[in-house]
């Protein structure tokens, strides 16, 4: 039995949700400690900045549409033809109109980019929403630079995944 692709992601999804609320809820004794850390940057900002960059990458896979025959791109004016009758029996439908030419993958582009910008947004308030949590709890502490890095690793993300996906749209267009 195959999964859907959407389905996988949004399943990876919230197990990926379930560890990030373990790791930033679960006790100190619980969590691995980090002595001897050669860098500079605390080791805690950088569990932090990495706990945070998959959520817009999952988060856009289990919303966003990537179609892997779809052809994409500004000036593409090519058709992906069902049958060969439709362009017989009418084929000025498909030279007078330009904009039924045109891969509705390219009209979901802003789209996918305004979603992109939400999600992002979405993980800022999950990151802003566990510190606050985590100064309620007895056991640990709110820190800014905690939030900061959270919010690092979601811009990272975020742009990890909108090169890779504006890289997957320029191939399909070749």
């Known amino acids: 039995m195959k999964v859907p692709r959407k389905l996988f992601w949004r399943i990876l999804l919230v197990v990926y949700l379930a560890a990030v609320a373990y790791v930033c809820f679960a006790g100190q004794g619980s969590l691995p400690k980090f002595t001897d850390w050669p860098f500079s940057i605390p080791a805690d900002k950088?569990?932090?900045?990495?706990?945070?960059?998959?959520?817009?990458?999952?988060?856009?896979?289990?919303?966003?549409?990537?179609?892997?025959?779809?052809?994409?791109?500004?000036?593409?004016?090519?058709?992906?033809?069902?049958?060969?009758?439709?362009?017989?029996?009418?084929?000025?439908s498909v030279i007078s109109s330009p904009s039924s030419v045109i891969s509705s993958e390219v009209e979901?582009?802003?789209?996918?980019?305004?979603?992109?910008?939400i999600i992002t947004l979405i993980g800022m308030a999950l990151?802003?929403?566990?510190?606050?949590?985590?100064?309620l709890l007895p056991y640990r502490s709110k820190d800014v630079w905690d939030f900061i890095a959270d919010c690092l690793g979601l811009l990272a993300g975020a742009l990890l995944f909108a090169v890779v996906y504006l890289f997957l749209r320029r191939s399909r267009t070749r």
């Open 46 to 92: 950088c569990v932090h900045f990495v706990l945070f960059l998959p959520w817009p990458i999952l988060a856009c896979l289990s919303f966003i549409e990537i179609s892997p025959r779809a052809t994409l791109g500004r000036n593409d004016r090519s058709v992906v033809i069902s049958s060969p009758s439709s362009v017989i029996s009418s084929p000025s």
């Open 108 to 117: 979901k582009s802003p789209r996918s980019i305004v979603i992109l910008l």
């Open 127 to 135: 990151a802003g929403t566990t510190e606050w949590i985590q100064g």
